[in-house]
């Protein structure tokens, strides 16, 4: 985000905020219910968004060293394995021994030259490719050694992530895919930062539930009372479309002291949170001194795993009073989203109930309407 994006932003909802108003679509949108129910519908997501999108799988900060890897269960099930090799290239593969399918890592991190099965302990280097088998010459004579390697996905590093995509493609153009927004992320993710702490937990609600929670702030009032109320405005935010992506502002009640300040002075960190949803999975909340990530696997149509991460930047937790503030402050940003996830699974088994065919989304929730507009695309030629 440039100077002149910031300053023109907050002029946008100050003056929002000077004649009491928010931005307002032409009328209501009505949205069926099925949509977060259906496993067929569940299906064809997963198949012709979720597996063909670039997805967000790990910050930078977390595969820091050569010669790293994570290990997790991603979409379907999938064995996922992100390395960084010897010259600091990031690599994603089946995590599975192309001998008997092996799982060559434990879910996890670590940090090694080589990644040995468990099973009969063929080895990998972390550009994937096989190195050693344990009694070749007698056993596997006319295997094709030098020309095994793992199973590869596309694969690249770019704004301060690692993204993968699950079915191959012509080659991940990251620039292309966020369409404008990468100058954003160039200024608020990529600063070197370390993640200090993360939690991840299964929700029973649908993954669109998620996201919605996060793009509007009719909720913040009522939902976050206990919490963020006091912090933000009521129903006061304004949002922008980056292709399928959106950028979210959510203006804080200090947003009135604008009006005794110097433009020069405007802060947009300080009077407001700004929420990147990152089409389909993933959300990036840019807090005053740091950021969260918000991270989610659709495991069902009525379930769904959530990671929440917070990053903060690097150095600044090695005092206890330091390491004291950051935890305070993923605690405040977890239980604040796990207010939303305990209404989500309430909306969900409302669903199920059959009490309603449809939701109605208001004037002021043109975020929501917009973000299911782009999903029906997304499905409508299928």
Known sequence: MDRKTELELLDRCLSLYNERKTELMEGEVVSPVDRYISSERFNLEMEHIFKTSPLIV????????ANSYIAREWLEGFPLLITRDTDGMVHAFANVCKHRGGKLAREGKGCSRRLVCPYHAWSYDLEGKLKTI??????????????TRLKELACTEAYGFIWVQREEGSGLNIEAYLDGMDTDLTRFTEPEHVLFDEAVQDWNMNWKILVEGGIES????????????????????????FGPHFRSIL???????????????WDIREHANILYSLFPLTSVLVQPDHFAIINAIPLAADKTRISIQTFVPKGTDVTEKARHHWQANFAFTKDTLIEDFVIGEQIQQGIASGANE????????????RFHDITEAKLRNV
């Open 58 to 65: 790990a910050h930078s900060a977390e595969l820091a060293e």
């Open 134 to 147: 344990p009694h070749e010459k007698s056993g596997f004579p006319s295997f094709d050694k030098e020309n």
């Open 218 to 241: 009719y909720h913040f009032k009522i939902a976050h009372r206990e919490t963020i109320a006091p912090l933000f405005n009521d129903n006061l935010s304004v949002f922008d479309e």
């Open 251 to 265: 203006t804080k009640s200090s947003l009135k002291q604008l009006r005794d300040t110097e433009q020069e002075n």
């Open 358 to 369: 449809s939701f109605t989304f208001g004037r002021f929730e043109a975020a929501l309407a």
